[in-house]
């Protein structure tokens, strides 16, 4: 049996850990697929999220999408920023 490409950490999570280097078009989970190249330890969005929204990782809120992201988004510094939330 192959390990899987990506750990989700929590039911709940809008992303997935990448385990190992993903390339651009592997499918990570279900129908979505990496649309660029993703280091290991690195997010990948499993869903739509707009501008503003939370991202989840341990179903904790980890920042905020600074634009409208896609399926298979690779979420770090440049696109999830921190903020204040109630």
């Not at 697929?33 to 501008?51: E, M, N, Q, Y």
């Not at 341990?58 to 696109?79: D, K």
């Amino acid at each position: 049996m192959t390990a899987p490409l990506t750990i989700r950490l929590h039911p709940a999570d809008n992303v997935v850990v990448a385990r190992m280097d993903i390339l651009s078009g592997t499918k990570v989970e279900g129908e979505v697929a990496a649309a660029t190249r993703v280091p290991p330890g690195h997010k990948i969005l499993t869903s739509a999220v707009k501008k503003g929204e939370p991202l989840r990782k341990y179903n904790q809120i980890i920042g905020f999408a600074t634009e409208n992201l896609a399926p298979g988004a690779h979420v770090h510094t440049h696109n999830c920023v921190m903020g204040d939330f109630e």
